[in-house]
């Protein structure tokens, strides 16, 4: 195999025909967390797992043979303000790991190529003993949860969290609150997943959004929710259960405006937006949490 790393000496190529993508690893884990869902229907393929072919001359954190992990971005242009501050998924040039284009002209394919380039930056050495089935959820999902509760501060115990949606980020949001020592309440439309929330994730608690007594109980009660709803949805009864300075961190990818009402913002709730990121040093601490 010549993958030539595109005549770029910081870009490695990984094989990936010992392929445990996102949807095998994803499938496994959640399918053990989660068995009322079809995971068959996912073929997004944009975690993957494979081993170190190929090493650039300035590659300098990974050898030939290193099993790696890869996640949504593959590339970016190194020089602009979110490059050089670690939050490269607001890079206007970024390379996403599949269905886009290298510098090149060449299509980036994900997991459903037999091997590909990575710019090392946004390569994880994948922790021993941590199993491909257990590292791929956590490039994308884990990560997700992970990047702005370890940016907005909210990486350290004894907070009160709240996961709003128990689809695969929210159930990565509970394990990964949990892990930090965060006291955590799954919040649903519906009582369906208490079950799952509960006995299979270990949250604390269980909130029915449409229970008004139980809602008032839980006034501000979060240090954050993570909102990871993809359908539109009032945001004002979720900024109530927040304290103080207390975060709402909407995850959920939405194509129609939301709204909500200003002043619970403005007495100190806040709302911020984040994009999900590749394994960068900010976020490879995730790699060392004991999840499983
Ligand atoms: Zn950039």
């Known amino acids: 195999m010549n993958l030539a790393c595109q005549d770029t000496p910081w870009f490695l190529g990984i094989n990936l025909n010992k392929i445990l993508s996102f949807y095998l690893g994803l499938k496994d884990t959640l399918s053990f967390l989660c068995p009322t869902v079809d995971f068959d229907v996912l073929l997004y393929r944009h975690e993957v797992v494979g081993e170190v072919v190929e090493v650039g001359s300035e590659v300098t954190n990974f050898r030939v043979g290193d099993v790696v992990g890869v996640g949504v971005i593959v590339g970016c242009c190194r020089n602009c303000n979110p490059c050089k501050s670690d939050v490269e998924q607001y890079c206007n040039k970024k390379i996403w790991s599949y269905n886009d284009v290298y510098t090149d002209g060449k299509t980036t394919q994900g997991g459903f190529a037999q091997s590909m380039i990575v710019d090392q930056k946004f390569v994880v050495k994948i922790p021993d003993g941590m199993s491909a089935e257990q590292a791929a959820p956590l490039l994308c999902a884990g990560l997700t949860v992970y990047s702005p509760l370890s940016h907005f501060g909210l990486n350290k115990s004894g907070l009160r969290g709240g996961i709003l949606g128990l689809g695969g980020v929210g159930h990565m949001g509970v394990k990964i609150a949990k892990a930090m020592g965060h006291h955590v309440t799954v919040i649903s439309s519906s009582d369906k997943k208490r079950a799952e929330a ?71 709730e806040f709302l911020p937006l984040c994009l999900s990121p590749s394994p960068r040093p900010p976020s490879l601490a995730l790699f060392n949490c004991k999840f499983f």
Not at 221 to 237: F, G, N, Q, S
């Open 198 to 268: 509960m006995e299979h994730l270990g949250a604390d608690e269980y909130l029915v959004s449409s229970d008004a007594t139980r809602m008032q109980e839980f006034a501000d009660t979060l240090d954050y929710i993570i909102d990871t709803v993809p359908a539109v949805h009032a945001l004002e009864p979720y900024l109530s259960l927040l304290k103080l300075d207390g975060r709402l961190i909407l995850m959920g990818v939405i194509n129609a405006p939301l709204q909500f009402l200003t002043p619970l913002v403005m007495l100190g």
